[in-house]
């Protein structure tokens, strides 16, 4: 189970910072990911963290998000900075197995449920 937490609404140029809490597997041995949802659009790929802590960004928002692993507490973390209206989306976790650790979501066999981010 992963539930997504942190999410609100934020000026252009402001801060968030979301967590996502799994629970059911041993978190260490999954790759984790941010994706994510604007109204209209499909669901894309944001940030991912391998078992080996190698970090990946999209272009979108490289150089503003962070995304990090907090293996002891079973904790995903997704800092967010410099946000923009663009910005305003649905994001998800999702944890897929294994060190491939591959973009695509069909790989992804975790999903949480969401947290809403609105930059205005």
């Known amino acids: 189970q992963l539930v997504e937490s942190g999410g609100g609404s934020v000026q252009a140029g402001g801060s968030l910072k979301l967590s996502c809490a799994a629970s059911g597997y041993t978190f260490s041995d999954y790759c984790m990911a941010w994706f994510r949802q604007a109204p209209g659009k499909e669901r894309e790929w944001v940030a991912r963290i391998s078992v080996f802590d190698t970090t990946f960004y999209s272009d979108s928002v490289k150089g503003r998000f962070t995304i990090s692993r907090g293996n002891a507490e079973s904790t995903l973390y997704l800092q967010m900075d410099s946000l923009k209206p663009e910005d305003t989306a649905m994001y998800y976790c999702?944890?897929?197995?294994?060190?491939?650790?591959?973009?695509?979501?069909?790989?992804?066999?975790?999903w949480g449920q969401g947290t809403q981010v609105t930059v205005s």
């Open positions: 999702a944890a897929q197995v294994g060190g491939a650790c591959y973009v695509l979501q069909p790989k992804y066999s975790y």
